[in-house]
């Protein structure tokens, strides 16, 4: 079967954060994907985006079952949870944002939490819903009609990265957040070590092969850093409360390699994954 053709939007004229006209061409993988960089708030972008119709497309696969990675995962969110924790003011209602396979929800609920879901495709969230039983709400997160000030808190598990308008999935996030309410966000770092030394060696010509592979154009339309992260986050009014790089957990991890990395390693910044927590001002 041929491969449908890959369809974009046209090309951007502006920063969707700033609005900054102030854009300009940053690089180009070796798909012949074009990443812009805005010369004003400093966040990368896919430019042009995909169109919807691709991205329909791609995510409606997007969901499989992985069974070797159900406790590690379940680990994880426990793991992000208690970070979750020291700053909500209790364990009230949470939303997780691209609920997959539901690992969240099956922690939060075990630790005390309402949760509810949220993903875009229906028919591969039904069956979780039944299977869990936890509401799992789907469709255009922007124009559900969500309660004002009804979350304790809100969770996004490397999912922003994803979203091809952010800035209006924040303004909802922040209604739908009580006042103190919490914003927890992992996802890649742009600004990793091993990201940047990798761009670093194809400016030069030392680096041929998988160009720009880091910034997994497959499904990624942004590409943040902790920086333009907290910018965005402050700018969209929340006060920023603790970063630090993502927990990178595997199957069949020893319970004292997990503690090496969550308390030693991952405390360096500059880690390929990052995470953020902030609280609704």
Not at 12 to 34: H, L, M, T, W
Not at 149 to 164: G, P, T
Request: glycine share 6%; proline share 6%; net charge positive.
């Amino acid at each position: 079967m041929m491969k449908a053709k890959t369809t974009f939007d046209p090309p951007k004229d502006r920063c969707d954060f700033c609005e900054s006209r102030n854009i300009s061409p940053y690089a180009v993988d070796y798909k012949g994907i074009q990443i812009f960089r805005c010369r004003n708030c400093g966040i990368q972008f896919m430019n042009p985006p995909y169109a919807d119709s691709h991205l329909e497309e791609y995510y409606s696969h997007f969901t499989f079952e992985e069974p070797a990675w159900d406790e590690a995962l379940h680990y994880c969110h426990n793991f992000y949870l208690s970070l979750v924790e020291r700053f909500a003011v209790n364990k009230g209602r949470i939303l997780d944002v691209g609920t997959g396979k539901g690992h969240l929800l099956l922690a939060a609920r075990q630790r005390g939490w309402q949760p509810v879901g949220y993903d875009v495709d229906e028919q591969s969230e039904i069956p979780i819903s039944k299977k869990l039983g936890v509401e799992i709400v789907c469709g255009d997160f922007t124009k559900i009609p969500w309660e004002p000030e009804s979350f304790d808190a809100v969770y996004m598990h490397q999912v922003i990265e994803h979203l091809k308008r952010p800035v209006p999935h924040l303004k909802t996030i922040h209604s739908i957040l009580k006042k103190g309410g919490i914003l927890f966000a992992a996802q890649p770092n742009i600004h990793s070590l091993a990201a940047r030394f990798k761009f670093g060696l194809e400016k030069l010509g030392l680096r041929k092969k998988n160009i720009g592979a880091y910034y997994g154009t497959e499904g990624h339309l942004w590409y943040y850093t902790p920086r333009t992260m907290s910018s965005i986050l402050r700018k969209s009014g929340f006060e920023v409360l603790y970063l630090r790089s993502g927990h990178k957990v595997r199957p069949h991890q020893t319970p004292l390699a997990r503690f090496l990395l969550r308390n030693f390693v991952e405390v360096i910044p500059w880690k390929s994954t990052f995470l953020v927590i902030a609280r609704k001002t």
